[in-house]
Structure formats: C-alpha cells, structure tokens
C-alpha cells in the first residue's frame, strides 16, 4: 500500500513570504494531522482532522496558519505570512480513525525561512 | 507547560549494552504509543498500549505502561547499531489532544 505523500520536499523563503504544503494521506485513512517539528523537539500537533472535518486545532497559530481537507482526502497547510521560528519540518500523517489508533507518517517538508 | 516529558533526553551506549527511556504524562492517558525517528526519517510506529499495567514484547525491545496509565517506559536488551535515533512516546493527554514526548536520542557505539 502506499504510504502518506507530502510536497514539496524542501523549501526556502524569505519571511514574510506565503508557503503552502500538501498531503495525501494513505487510502481509507479518515483521520489526518499535521506536525511541526522544529530541530531537537518531538512533533507538536498543529491540526487533526476527522475526513474534513476538524478535531482538534488549539496548538494552530491561526493569525498565519491555516488548513483545509475539503473533501476529505487531500489536505493542504499554509503558511501566511511566515517568520522565521516557522523553520522546521512538516510533518503530515494519518490514521484510520481517532487517536488511538497508529499513525503513518510522511517523509515531511523542511522549511527553512530566511 | 510541556504535557509529556522523556528522559534522558540523550544516552550514549556501547553495542550490546541495555537502554532504557523513561516518559512521564502530567494527566491519565488512555493509551500510549512509541515511535522511533531515525536521524533525518519520520517517526514510525512501534507499538500502542492500552491497559494499566500492561507490558509488551517485541524482540528485544520491552515496553509497559504504568499502573496509574501516567507513565511508560521502553527498554532494549543488548543494543544493535541498527537502534540508533530518537524514540518518542506519545498519547492523548486531553480529549483528542495528541502529544509527543520530548524524546530520547539513543546513540549506539560498536
């Protein structure tokens, strides 16, 4: 089966600029979340997702973060406009269904701002 | 406050020695998980536990969950080069909350 994808892999901006990540969860996995995971620290949950709907979102900073999974499937993570402590790695996974149960993750995107 | 906290946060060891990484949950979890990141990768999933008091067996690796379901504990006899990265426990701390611990980078010395 295929695992979780994300894109891009890596990417450089400058602060203040936009970013936007993507994630396509593995087949029949209704619970999607996105991590940021900044050198040296776990992964710190930014925004679950139940098929499109959301779960959880407290740890979001929403005056520049945002995400949306319309149809639940795909999903997408903005970043708008970044600065630097943003830099970190994005991790997308999913499950199939709520928290208890194992999540897959995907490879994440590496954000550097500069 | 940090919710779910691991120590040691690193530990060096010589092939074939033991290893064993504590973690520590401010409230009652309903189940924890571990998963092991390897230098550059994603984390991947090891195991979950769910019962109080329960201990689960997978090669050499060792895991239990505390009697209070506040704590874990995760220990592999006899290390392997392949051991090396940092193992997170992670679980839900409040409601759908779900935390990752600090983590415990393990390094393995042949």
């Known amino acids: 089966e295929a695992g979780v994808a994300q894109s891009p892999r890596y990417k450089i901006i400058e602060k203040r600029q936009s970013v936007a990540f993507w994630c396509n969860p593995i087949s029949g996995h209704a619970t999607l979340y996105w991590y940021q995971q900044i050198l040296g620290q776990g992964p710190k949950l930014l925004i679950q997702f139940q098929n499109n709907g959301v779960v959880d979102d407290s740890q979001l900073p929403k005056d520049r973060f945002s995400a949306e999974r319309l149809k639940g499937v795909d999903s997408t993570l903005k970043i708008q406009p970044a600065k630097l402590e943003d830099s970190a790695v994005y991790l997308c996974?999913?499950?199939?269904?709520?928290?208890?149960?194992?999540?897959?993750f995907g490879p994440g995107t590496r954000l550097t701002v500069t | 406050g940090q919710q779910v906290m691991q120590i040691p946060q690193y530990q060096h060891v010589q092939e074939g020695e033991d290893f064993t990484t504590y973690c520590n949950s401010s409230?009652?979890?309903?189940?924890i998980q571990w998963y092991k990141q390897r230098p550059g990768g994603h984390p991947v999933f090891l195991i979950q536990?769910?019962?109080?008091?329960e201990v689960k067996k997978q090669k050499r690796l060792t895991f239990q969950f505390g009697e209070a379901k506040k704590n874990s504990s995760l220990h592999i006899t006899a290390t392997q080069t392949t051991d090396v990265g940092t193992y997170f426990c992670a679980g839900p701390v409040t409601g759908n909350q779900f935390y990752f611990g600090t983590g415990t980078s393990l390094t393995v010395i042949p």
């Open positions: 536990l769910v019962k109080s008091g």
């Open positions: 409230t009652t979890l309903s189940n």
């Open positions: 996974a999913s499950s199939l269904d709520l928290p208890r149960r194992e999540q897959y």
